[in-house]
């Protein structure tokens, strides 16, 4: 008869009773052991051993896995976290550094009024030297400035070369950057921008630098402007300056401004008239300086500079036609583009050479100050220019010595000693003064900001290097979807659009916000696809690739934040290196604009790429969910 379940429950293996089971293979185990071989001993010593191992091992294994899972969600999370702030940081940073160049403070303006100035000959005006304009016979020079003419062009107008074959035909080059407020204030002042503060169109209020209206006035010069209002705001032209102001209208207002520099200097007989001609400029936002339109209105212009030169002309008037900055061929300026920067520069009439060559268009104004013989502008940092003059010895002497009395304070403002100047007389040994002096004070500025930068860049490193710990699969397609991201925007950005990194790649102030917003577009667009090739290249690294589910959602989902980590790493690094390389304040110069141009846009991608890690996980999950390596994983399982 079988034993019953419950028997054979109670009696244990072998039909024993737990008792007898117990008394029996005690006394077995015992007996038996004494008598067996040590290698059986040994391998069950190793058995059990082993069994003990796999169960603490299954036990803390999945542990360690439910652990490992919770840190990926855990450092996802924290990856959009991060992606965030730093497209808040990036933004707050692009708004900080624009608005430190609009709103730049020159430290080398000097608001004491020119009659209250030492004339000293330390201040650089020797008593022994009496100025040209004492003489019999005043010198008077009519200033065009021909706003927005390119170079090429004014070669095709002809009035204009034929007072080039009798005068001096002369390239300047313009400062950085090329916008018309900075340009006309060089003209008028020699001093670039960054001596100046005039640093964009957005500047309100009157120019701190003194410029020719200035000096002329305080040497006892009469002075006419027909111009556009703005130069009545910029140059505080007052009732001691026969001026005639209009708004800029859309309409050609040459002819305007030529009539009324030809009744003003027959009603008052200025020593200095000041003409300005805006209708180039106009033509070139409108039509680009490539147009046959632009090419139409330089032609006019041309015939209205005739028209005043034959008004004007006689044996003591010399003509100043030059331009304020060229166009690119699309229309727009601002940058460094040649085009843009390298205007004419037309001297002709009495005590001009004959000859052609280059200059700084700061160079114009302490031409022109020798010329009338008044003293030269105090900020100019331009110089007499001697293959435009003949028979200036005097006047050029004299703007050294006020050269040398601004290059000391100059460097008195960089904390740089100027003993080095004492010996220096010339303008090219002064310049090399200064130049020593900027690159003293440039060097100690980067060695402060170098620690600051290293940091950022560490940090840039470091993000990386923790995306590949995590994962050396997540990293290598993050770094293909950060090479998907810069080749796209750029190829959108210099191919498509044909923009450069300069202030000209927006045609006009009005343009600038719509400029940014599409740039962030389309890096916000390049990120996605940025993404989306991180997610489809994942699967391919894998031997058998899992679903966006379960214990592998986490690694899915933190992918897509991880590759927006990534570029925006790669982004912070170049910001890093134009910190180091000019920094984020601006207090004693301007930086390379071409290179703070790029930076300000690397900071408006930084702010739309580290929106996108908000989406990044969605399009990383439908790309999981989709991919055709995953479902066919899934099916064979």
């Known amino acids: 008869m079988q034993p019953t379940r419950s028997e054979r429950q109670r009696r244990g293996p072998r039909g024993r009773s737990p008792l007898r089971r117990r008394a029996w293979g005690h006394g077995r185990r015992h007996d038996a052991g004494a008598h067996r071989p040590a290698r059986y001993r040994s391998r069950s010593r190793r058995y059990h051993v082993a069994r003990s191992t796999r169960n603490i091992s299954r036990l803390v294994g999945g542990s360690v896995k439910?652990?490992?899972?919770?840190?990926?969600?855990?450092?996802?999370?924290?990856?959009?976290?991060?992606?965030?702030?730093?497209?808040?940081?990036?933004?707050?940073?692009?708004?900080?550094?624009?608005?430190?160049?609009?709103?730049?403070?020159?430290?080398?303006?000097?608001?004491?009024?020119?009659?209250?100035?030492?004339?000293?000959?330390?201040?650089?005006?020797?008593?022994?030297?009496?100025?040209?304009?004492?003489?019999?016979?005043?010198?008077?020079?009519?200033?065009?400035?021909?706003?927005?003419?390119?170079?090429?062009?004014?070669?095709?107008?002809?009035?204009?070369?034929?007072?080039?074959?009798?005068?001096?035909?002369?390239?300047?080059?313009?400062?950085?950057?090329?916008?018309?407020?900075?340009?006309?204030?060089?003209?008028?002042?020699?001093?670039?921008?960054?001596?100046?503060?005039?640093?964009?169109?957005?500047?309100?209020?009157?120019?701190?630098?003194?410029?020719?209206?200035?000096?002329?006035?305080?040497?006892?010069?009469?002075?006419?402007?027909?111009?556009?209002?703005?130069?009545?705001?910029?140059?505080?032209?007052?009732?001691?300056?026969?001026?005639?102001?209009?708004?800029?209208?859309?309409?050609?207002?040459?002819?305007?401004?030529?009539?009324?520099?030809?009744?003003?200097?027959?009603?008052?007989?200025?020593?200095?008239?000041?003409?300005?001609?805006?209708?180039?400029?106009?033509?070139?936002?409108?039509?680009?300086?490539?147009?046959?339109?632009?090419?139409?209105?330089?032609?006019?212009?041309?015939?209205?500079?005739?028209?005043?030169?034959?008004?004007?002309?006689?044996?003591?008037?010399?003509?100043?036609?030059?331009?304020?900055?060229?166009?690119?061929?699309?229309?727009?300026?601002?940058?460094?583009?040649?085009?843009?920067?390298?205007?004419?520069?037309?001297?002709?009439?009495?005590?001009?050479?004959?000859?052609?060559?280059?200059?700084?268009?700061?160079?114009?104004?302490?031409?022109?100050?020798?010329?009338?013989?008044?003293?030269?502008?105090?900020?100019?940092?331009?110089?007499?220019?001697?293959?435009?003059?003949?028979?200036?010895?005097?006047?050029?002497?004299?703007?050294?010595?006020?050269?040398?009395?601004?290059?000391?304070?100059?460097?008195?403002?960089?904390?740089?000693?100027?003993?080095?100047?004492?010996?220096?007389?010339?303008?090219?040994?002064?310049?090399?003064?200064?130049?020593?002096?900027?690159?003293?004070?440039?060097?100690?500025?980067r060695s402060e900001r170098l620690p600051t930068a290293l940091g950022m860049a560490a940090a840039s490193i470091l993000a990386i290097g923790l995306v590949f710990a995590m994962s050396w699969r997540a990293g290598v397609a993050a770094l293909l979807g950060t090479a998907t991201y810069y080749a796209t925007y750029n190829a959108l950005f210099f191919w498509l659009h044909g923009y450069r990194w300069s202030l000209s790649a927006f045609n006009a102030e009005e343009y600038i916000q719509a400029f940014f917003y599409g740039r962030m577009a389309e890096a916000a667009l390049a990120a996605l696809l940025g993404v989306a090739v991180a997610a489809v290249t994942y699967p391919l690294l894998r031997a058998e690739p899992k679903r966006p589910h379960g214990r592998y959602l986490g690694g899915w989902l933190s992918l897509g934040p991880a590759t927006v980590l990534v570029i925006l790493a790669t982004l912070a690094l170049q910001v890093a290196w134009f910190l180091w390389a000019w920094g984020a304040d601006v207090v004693w110069r301007l930086p390379d604009l071409k290179w703070g141009f790029k930076y300000d846009l690397d900071l408006t991608q930084a702010t739309a790429v580290g929106a996108v890690g908000l989406l990044a996980p969605l399009v990383t999950y439908v790309i999981g969910r989709y991919h055709p390596r995953v479902r066919a994983t899934s099916a064979e399982e």
């Open 66 to 445: 439910g652990l490992s899972r919770v840190f990926v969600w855990v450092a996802g999370g924290i990856a959009v976290v991060v992606c965030l702030g730093a497209a808040y940081a990036a933004y707050l940073l692009a708004g900080y550094s624009w608005d430190q160049v609009v709103s730049y403070r020159s430290p080398y303006v000097d608001t004491q009024p020119a009659e209250a100035r030492d004339e000293s000959p330390e201040a650089g005006l020797m008593p022994s030297d009496e100025p040209s304009g004492t003489a019999a016979v005043r010198t008077r020079v009519v200033l065009v400035i021909c706003d927005g003419l390119t170079l090429e062009v004014s070669r095709s107008m002809n009035r204009l070369e034929l007072l080039r074959q009798h005068g001096t035909d002369m390239v300047a080059t313009t400062p950085q950057p090329s916008l018309s407020y900075p340009t006309w204030t060089t003209i008028l002042s020699g001093a670039p921008p960054d001596i100046s503060g005039v640093t964009t169109n957005w500047f309100e209020g009157s120019v701190q630098v003194e410029t020719l209206l200035d000096t002329a006035l305080a040497d006892g010069r009469r002075v006419a402007v027909s111009a556009p209002a703005d130069f009545a705001t910029l140059y505080a032209i007052g009732d001691d300056v026969s001026a005639y102001h209009d708004e800029w209208r859309d309409e050609y207002m040459a002819a305007t401004y030529v009539d009324e520099a030809l009744r003003l200097a027959e009603e008052n007989a200025p020593d200095l008239l000041l003409v300005h001609l805006p209708d180039t400029d106009e033509a070139g936002h409108d039509h680009g300086a490539a147009s046959a339109e632009y090419r139409e209105v330089a032609q006019r212009v041309d015939g209205d500079i005739a028209r005043l030169v034959e008004g004007l002309q006689d044996d003591r008037t010399v003509f100043v036609v030059c331009a304020d900055h060229g166009h690119i061929a699309g229309g727009g300026h601002g940058g460094w583009e040649r085009e843009v920067t390298q205007v004419p520069a037309v001297f002709v009439g009495p005590w001009v050479s004959l000859g052609r060559g280059t200059m700084a268009q700061a160079d114009i104004a302490p031409t022109v100050a020798a010329l009338l013989g008044i003293p030269v502008p105090a900020q100019a940092t331009g110089h007499v220019n001697t293959e435009v003059l003949m028979d200036r010895e005097t006047e050029i002497h004299t703007a050294e010595v006020r050269y040398k009395r601004f290059a000391r304070r100059y460097l008195q403002e960089l904390g740089v000693s100027s003993q080095n100047l004492d010996s220096a007389t010339t303008y090219s040994e002064i310049d090399a003064v200064l130049a020593s002096g900027r690159s003293v004070r440039l060097a100690a500025d």
